[in-house]
C-alpha cells in the first residue's frame, strides 16, 4: 500500500484549492478549447504550463506550504492530476505545460537538448506534442511510415502522417518518432520546432476530451538538425521503442488519476444535487466511493513503482485499465440518479460522460493494457499467490 507523505498532502489541498477556480469554465472549455488562453493566469494552469521540469534546469516553482514542487515524480503528477482532472479534465488537458513531450525528453535528451527545451517552456506558456501514433499502424512500432531522411549537414528531413496526437495544432514543440532505417533498432525521436517549414497539424472533430485538441499532423521533408535526434548519448536499444515504452509507463499513472478524478467529479455532483437518497440509492453511492477510493490506491501504487523503477509498468497498464472502466462506469451511474434524460438536462453529467469515454483510448487501450500485464505476468512481476481482489473492489 503507498500512502501519501505531509508534503504531498499539503500539495493535494492547495492544487484542490485552486480547482475551485477551475471548475466553473468546464462547459466553456467544452465548447471552445482555445477559451484556455484567456485563463492563464489561474494558479492551476500557472503550474501545469512548467509542471514536470526540474530544479536543475532553473525551474523556481511558488512553495507551497514552504515546499517546492517541480512535477518530475509521477506520484506527484498523479496528486495534481486526479484533483484538476475532478475541477475539470478539460482545462487540464487544454492547459501548456511541457509534460508529455518532457517526460521522453527527460528520458532521452542529453544535457544540451534539455536546456533548450527547458529553457524555450519557462520562456513563456507553450503547449508541446508527442507523436507516436500512425494513421493506419496505430502504435506499432514495426509498422511506423514516418521516416526520417539523412542529409549530407548530418541532420534529416522529416517525412510522414501521425494522428490522434494531443495538443499538436497549437504545440510549439514536440517529439516526433520516425524511422530512420529498417529493424527495430531503427526508430529514433526527434525535437520539432513545429514553427519549422513542413509541419502542418490540424484539429480533430472529437465527442469527449474536447480540451485536449486531438490532431492529426503532416511532415513534409521537415528539416531536423542534428543536435535533435534524441539519445545520441545513449545506445540503440534505448533511442526508440524502449524511449517509448519507457514514457508510457511513466505517464499511465497520470492518466489513470485523471480517470479517477472523473468518476470523483461525478460523484461529487451527485452529493451536490441529490440531498436526499433513498437506501437502495445511498447503497450504490457508497458502493461507488468504494471503487473509486480502492482505483486511487491502485494508482497510487503504480505511480510508486515506476518512479522507483521505470520498466516496472505492468502495475501502470493495471492502474490505467481499472481507473478507465471506472470512469466509464461511475459517470453513467451518477447520470442514472437523475433519472431518464438526465444527460439532456444536466449537461455537466453529460461533459463527464464523453470525456470518461475517452480515457479508454488514451496510452493504449484496455487490450494493450493487457498484454502489458500478461507480460508481466510472464516475467515474474505479478504475485500470482496473493489472494484476489475483486474486480469491483
Same mark, same amino acid.
Given at each position: 500500500?503507498?500512502?501519501?507523505?505531509?508534503?504531498?498532502?499539503?500539495?493535494?489541498?492547495?492544487?484542490?484549492?485552486?480547482?475551485?477556480?477551475?471548475?466553473?469554465?468546464?462547459?466553456?472549455?467544452?465548447?471552445? *478549447?482555445?477559451?484556455?488562453?484567456?485563463?492563464?493566469?489561474?494558479?492551476?494552469?500557472?503550474?501545469?504550463?512548467?509542471?514536470?521540469?526540474?530544479?536543475?534546469?532553473?525551474?523556481?516553482?511558488?512553495?507551497?506550504?514552504?515546499?517546492?514542487?517541480?512535477?518530475?515524480?509521477?506520484?506527484?503528477?498523479?496528486?495534481?492530476?486526479?484533483?484538476?482532472?475532478?475541477?475539470?479534465?478539460?482545462?487540464?488537458?487544454?492547459?501548456?505545460?511541457?509534460?508529455?513531450?518532457?517526460?521522453?525528453?527527460?528520458?532521452?535528451? !542529453?544535457?544540451?537538448?534539455?536546456?533548450?527545451?527547458?529553457?524555450?517552456?519557462?520562456?513563456?506558456?507553450?503547449?508541446?506534442?508527442?507523436?507516436?501514433?500512425?494513421?493506419?499502424?496505430?502504435?506499432?512500432?514495426?509498422?511506423?511510415?514516418?521516416?526520417?531522411?539523412?542529409?549530407?549537414?548530418?541532420?534529416?528531413?522529416?517525412?510522414?502522417?501521425?494522428?490522434?496526437?494531443?495538443?499538436?495544432?497549437?504545440?510549439?514543440?514536440?517529439?516526433?518518432?520516425?524511422?530512420?532505417?529498417?529493424?527495430?533498432?531503427?526508430?529514433?525521436?526527434?525535437?520539432?520546432?513545429?514553427?519549422? *517549414?513542413?509541419?502542418?497539424?490540424?484539429?480533430?472533430?472529437?465527442?469527449?476530451?474536447?480540451?485536449?485538441?486531438?490532431?492529426?499532423?503532416?511532415?513534409?521533408?521537415?528539416?531536423?538538425?542534428?543536435?535533435?535526434?534524441?539519445?545520441?548519448?545513449?545506445?540503440?536499444?534505448?533511442?526508440?521503442?524502449?524511449?517509448?515504452?519507457?514514457?508510457?509507463?511513466?505517464?499511465?499513472?497520470?492518466?489513470?488519476?485523471?480517470?479517477?478524478?472523473?468518476?470523483?467529479?461525478?460523484?461529487?455532483?451527485?452529493?451536490?444535487?441529490?440531498?436526499?437518497?433513498?437506501?437502495?440509492?445511498?447503497?450504490?453511492?457508497?458502493?461507488?466511493?468504494?471503487?473509486?477510493?480502492?482505483?486511487?490506491?491502485?494508482?497510487?501504487?503504480a505511480a510508486a513503482a515506476v518512479d522507483a523503477r521505470g520498466t516496472?509498468?505492468?502495475?501502470?497498464?493495471?492502474?490505467?485499465?481499472?481507473?478507465?472502466?471506472?470512469?466509464?462506469?461511475?459517470?453513467?451511474?451518477?447520470?442514472?440518479?437523475?433519472?431518464?434524460?438526465?444527460?439532456?438536462?444536466?449537461?455537466?453529467?453529460?461533459?463527464?460522460?464523453?470525456?470518461?469515454?475517452?480515457?479508454?483510448?488514451?496510452?493504449?487501450?484496455?487490450?494493450?493494457?493487457?498484454?502489458?500485464?500478461?507480460?508481466?505476468?510472464?516475467?515474474?512481476?505479478? !504475485?500470482?499467490?496473493?489472494?484476489?481482489? *475483486?474486480? !469491483?473492489?
Amino acid at each position: 500500500m503507498t500512502h501519501l507523505d505531509d508534503r504531498l498532502l499539503i500539495l493535494r489541498g492547495q492544487i484542490r484549492e485552486w480547482g475551485a477556480q477551475v471548475r466553473p469554465l468546464a462547459l466553456e472549455i467544452d465548447r471552445d *478549447p482555445e477559451a484556455v488562453r484567456h485563463h492563464f493566469a489561474l494558479p492551476a494552469v500557472r503550474h501545469l504550463a512548467t509542471m514536470g521540469v526540474p530544479e536543475e534546469y532553473g525551474h523556481e516553482p511558488e512553495k507551497i506550504g514552504g515546499h517546492r514542487f517541480y512535477g518530475v515524480s509521477a506520484l506527484e503528477r498523479a496528486v495534481v492530476m486526479e484533483e484538476l482532472a475532478c475541477a475539470d479534465v478539460g482545462t487540464l488537458v487544454a492547459s501548456p505545460g511541457p509534460l508529455l513531450a518532457g517526460v521522453a525528453v527527460g528520458l532521452c535528451a !542529453d544535457d544540451r537538448q534539455k536546456r533548450w527545451f527547458y529553457g524555450r517552456v519557462l520562456a513563456e506558456p507553450l503547449w508541446t506534442c508527442f507523436a507516436l501514433t500512425e494513421p493506419e499502424g496505430g502504435s506499432d512500432a514495426a509498422a511506423m511510415r514516418t521516416s526520417l531522411t539523412s542529409t549530407p549537414d548530418g541532420g534529416a528531413l522529416l517525412s510522414g502522417e501521425k494522428r490522434y496526437v494531443g495538443n499538436a495544432c497549437r504545440a510549439q514543440l514536440g517529439v516526433v518518432f520516425a524511422r530512420a532505417r529498417p529493424g527495430p533498432l531503427g526508430i529514433t525521436a526527434v525535437l520539432v520546432d513545429t514553427a519549422e *517549414p513542413g509541419f502542418d497539424a490540424r484539429p480533430l472533430d472529437m465527442i469527449g476530451l474536447r480540451g485536449a485538441r486531438i490532431s492529426s499532423v503532416v511532415m513534409d521533408r521537415m528539416p531536423i538538425p542534428e543536435d535533435r535526434f534524441l539519445g545520441r548519448h545513449l545506445t540503440a536499444t534505448r533511442r526508440g521503442v524502449w524511449a517509448f515504452v519507457q514514457t508510457f509507463n511513466v505517464l499511465r499513472p497520470g492518466v489513470a488519476a485523471i480517470a479517477v478524478g472523473i468518476a470523483r467529479a461525478a460523484l461529487e455532483y451527485v452529493a451536490e444535487h441529490r440531498s436526499t437518497l433513498s437506501g437502495a440509492e445511498r447503497e450504490r453511492y457508497e458502493e461507488l466511493v468504494r471503487r473509486v477510493d480502492a482505483t486511487r490506491h491502485l494508482v497510487h501504487h503504480a505511480a510508486a513503482a515506476v518512479d522507483a523503477r521505470g520498466t516496472d509498468g505492468h502495475l501502470a497498464s493495471a492502474a490505467k485499465l481499472r481507473a478507465a472502466r471506472l470512469a466509464e462506469d461511475v459517470t453513467l451511474a451518477a447520470a442514472a440518479f437523475f433519472g431518464p434524460g438526465a444527460r439532456l438536462s444536466h449537461p455537466f453529467l453529460d461533459k463527464l460522460a464523453r470525456d470518461a469515454r475517452a480515457m479508454e483510448f488514451l496510452e493504449g487501450t484496455g487490450n494493450m493494457q493487457r498484454l502489458n500485464l500478461f507480460q508481466g505476468l510472464l516475467g515474474g512481476k505479478v !504475485d500470482r499467490d496473493r489472494r484476489r481482489v *475483486p474486480a !469491483d473492489a
